[in-house]
Each structure stands twice: as C-alpha cells, then as structure tokens.
C-alpha cells in the first residue's frame, strides 16, 4: 500500500510508514496542542516530494502561516513562488485571487479545484484547516460537508488533513460526525501538571493500518517543530476539566444556540 509521510517521522512510526494515498484524515484537539504545525510539516513534506500541494486556512492568514513555517525552518514563499504549492487564505477575504470570499463549501471546493488544475496532474495533497470554520454556524451539516469534500476531493488523487476544534463538554470533535466519515482521526490533547503544559497525540483511527494505540507525549521543539517522545499513560482527571466548569460551559452553550435566530 502507498503511505505518505507525514513529515513527522517520529509519527509515521506510529501508524506503519504514514498515511494510505487518498485517505481523508481528521486532526482533531484543543487549542494550541499542535494541529497546525503538523499541517504545516505535511504540507511542506509534500512539496518535497513532488506532491501539488494546496493549504487552506481559516484561522490565521496566509502571512501567518508563512511566519509559523519559516520558524521551523520551512521556506513556503519559495514554494509558492516556485508553483509547488497554493496556499488559499480564506481568513482575510479581499480580492486576491486565492483568497477566499466566504466561508462557503461551494466556494472552497471551486477553488481547490482551480488550484489543483493550476498545479497540475499528479499525487496531491490538501490541509483544510480548520474544517469546523465551515459549519460554525451549523454544526448539524458537518458530517454532510465531510462526506461531500472526501468525496469529491477523492477523484482529484488528493489525501486530505483536514483540522477540526475539540468540543470539551461532549470529547467529540467539533460538529458531529465528521470522526465517522473520516478515515483517520489524529487526536492532540493537553494537560497541565504541576503547572507544566504538557501535549499528547493518540492515533484513535487509522483504516487499514495497524496503528499504535498508545497515546505519546509530544513537544515543539524551535527550529525544527513537533516531535514525538515517549508513550505515556495519563488519567482521564488529567484531561478533563472540572465538573462546574463542563456545566457553566454546557449552560452557556444552550443559551448561545437558543438565541441564534
Ligand atoms: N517557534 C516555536 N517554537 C516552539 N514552540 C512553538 C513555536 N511556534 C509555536 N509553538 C508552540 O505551538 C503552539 C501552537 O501550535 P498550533 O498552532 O499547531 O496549535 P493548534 O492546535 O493549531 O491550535 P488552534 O486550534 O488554536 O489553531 C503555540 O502555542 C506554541 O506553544
Ligand atoms: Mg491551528
């Protein structure tokens, strides 16, 4: 079978060589645990390889993103100007002709394919991140959206990482039903001990592959970005927040979705 890496080989370890060609994979966690960089060193793995290579972000702009890599080491203006590598920016708007209106599913989609046909036939990679901006306000529709991107973005030979925020009151990924339209979930977490921010990764999916089941603590290391260290074991109190706190969230998140017209 053909794996891609993911530019993390400490990671591709963990699920057999890296990620089977045409796979649509979720990479789901809290803030600030690590989703991006590994978008970033996928993408980045890809324009060395050859690969078309297309990043769609959300969250933080394209110059964001540029800096992000540049600080690990990664040159992604080079690749650009050099038409390995499309980076659409879908947080700014504006007129740029790879900057993206709105956040619409049907927008996207036109637009990746643009992209695609720009950089030509051959193996593809594309990081959608985050995939949760699409349905924000619509959280029923993301296992339709998920399904309809695998789907189409399949025929195009492209395998797909795509980010989604991690709900802490129900642990499931942001929008229900996307871990189930996925064929890989990838899942950071984070704990604080003894006032140490600490970061894990747990392969909880990976199709066809025989995957390491044991959640690994990982660390960003300047320069050269996310490494994989030891196994770990940690304690469901270590992860959760307190019961209070879920409830005061929970409370507030019914009241949000209450008002909204
Ligand atoms: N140059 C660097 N050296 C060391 N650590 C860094 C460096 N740049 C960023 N980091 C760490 O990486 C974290 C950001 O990781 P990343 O952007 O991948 O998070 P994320 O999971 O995508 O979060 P979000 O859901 O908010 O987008 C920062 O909070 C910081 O701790
Ligand atoms: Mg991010």
């Known amino acids: 079978m053909e794996r891609l890496s993911t530019g993390v080989p400490t990671l591709d370890a963990l699920i057999e060589g890296g990620i089977p060609r045409g796979f649509f994979v979720a990479v789901v966690g809290e803030p600030g645990t690590g ?3 590994l978008c970033i060193h996928f993408i980045s793995k890809g324009v060395d390889e050859g690969d078309k ?3 769609v972000t959300t969250e933080e702009s394209r110059k964001s993103i540029i800096t992000q890599a540049r600080q690990f080491n990664i040159d992604f203006e080079k690749a650009i100007n050099e038409g390995k590598m499309i980076l659409i920016d879908a947080l700014m708007g504006g007129q740029e002709k790879w900057n993206l209106k709105s956040l619409s599913p049907d927008e996207l989609t036109e637009m990746i394919i643009n992209a695609k046909k720009e950089l030509g036939y051959g193996r593809a990679r594309i990081v959608i991140d985050s995939l949760s901006a699409f349905w924000l306000d619509r959280p029923a529709m993301a296992r339709r959206y998920a399904y309809y991107f695998k789907k189409v973005f399949s025929k195009w030979d492209f395998t797909i990482l795509a980010t989604s925020q991690y709900a802490i009151t129900t642990a499931e990924a942001f929008g229900f039903g996307v871990e189930h339209v996925a064929d890989g979930i990838i899942r950071f977490r984070r704990s604080i001990k003894n ?7 747990l392969i909880e999916k990976m199709r066809q592959t025989n995957h390491s089941p044991v959640m690994h603590e990982l ?3 300047p320069g050269k970005g996310l490494m994989i260290l030891k196994p ?3 304690r ?23 008002e909204i017209p």
């Open 35 to 37: 989703k991006t960089i």
């Open 53 to 55: 290579c297309i990043y």
């Open 195 to 201: 006032g140490l921010l600490r970061r894990y990764l």
């Open 219 to 221: 660390k960003i290391i």
């Open 232 to 234: 770990t074991i940690i």
């Open 236 to 258: 469901r109190e270590d992860l959760t927040l307190p019961k209070q706190v879920k409830n005061k969230i929970v409370k507030a998140r019914d009241k949000g979705e209450s």
